[in-house]
């Protein structure tokens, strides 16, 4: 709860020499790292410079900056909607958590919804592939 507190407020996330560490070596800075502290998420490998990944390939730009890959997607601070029979279960838990907590807990029940999504659309992509070799037997 301290950490949370201190790194919501920004309390020196941003110093010039944290720069020092994006610029020379392409390794994200602590600011950086805030939203995947905050999301309670794995840090993504776009946070650091592709130079740094196994099979990342040369440099080609002096302009890269590090990123999370969905950076698209909006942040609300709305529950996600849940499972009929866990909703009302999951909705009282919530509402016993202070707000730090229940936005940590939202964004840990959008991405469970998202894992959950992935596993179905490879299980039923694997079944179909599984079905059309057997019918080509």
Wanted: overall charge positive.
């Amino acid at each position: 709860m301290a950490l949370t507190k201190i790194l919501t407020s920004r309390q020196g996330l941003a110093k010039d020499y944290d720069y020092e560490i994006l610029h020379r070596f392409g390794i994200a800075c602590r600011h950086h790292l805030l939203r995947a502290f905050l999301e309670d998420i794995a840090l993504p490998i776009t946070l650091l410079h592709p130079r740094w990944w196994l099979n990342g390939g040369p440099i080609t730009s002096i302009d890269w900056q590090p990123s999370y890959p969905d950076t698209s997607e909006t942040q609300s601070k709305t529950s996600p909607p849940l499972a009929p029979s866990l909703s009302p279960r999951l909705a009282r838990m919530r509402e016993d958590l202070n707000p730090d907590e229940q936005y940590r807990f939202d964004r840990q029940l959008e991405q469970g919804t998202r894992q959950i999504a992935q596993f179905q659309n490879k299980t039923a992509r694997d079944l179909v592939r599984i079905s059309e070799q057997r019918l080509q037997l």
